[in-house]
């Protein structure tokens, strides 16, 4: 598994994961919708918010790129189970695209879900910048 997850291997990854957001981002001007293809653009505004991890994974990797392997290893440790965790976290809080969330509805339910976010990748961010910077540190 060591192998696959090289420092290049994750940030050509990552980068790719980008392309995904633009592409699901500006589906009809990319030309993978028509205008008038409404349910085309919601399925890409929801794989919009599964892959918005892919900016944050792209800047820690490009962050750990020029440190020691070992720092990025131990960044990996918890990225490789923590990324696919928020992306389906946020499938199931998305309510699987029906936009119900966890039941709630409206402008409270978006509120809501709007928190969890904040929350779930707050706690991604301060995560990978302790192990990074710890790890850092200990290998100086």
């Known amino acids: 598994m060591k192998k696959i997850l090289t420092k290049k291997n994750v940030l050509i990854f990552s980068s790719l994961g980008i392309l995904l957001l633009i592409v699901s981002m500006y589906p009809t001007k990319v030309g993978v919708c028509a205008d008038y293809s409404y349910d085309c653009k919601k399925n890409f505004d929801f794989l919009q918010d599964i ?70 990748y707050s706690i991604f961010c301060g995560v990978s910048i302790w192990r990074i910077v710890s790890k850092h540190r200990h290998t100086k």
């Open 51 to 120: 892959v918005s991890i892919f900016p944050i994974l792209f800047l820690f990797s490009f962050t750990t790129y020029k440190m020691k392997d070992e720092v990025f290893h131990h960044w990996m440790k918890f990225a490789v189970w923590a990324t696919p965790a928020i992306m389906i976290l946020t499938f199931l809080i998305l309510g699987g695209g029906s936009n119900n969330g966890f039941g709630m509805a409206g402008a409270i339910g978006g509120a809501f879900d709007a928190l969890l976010f904040i929350i779930l």
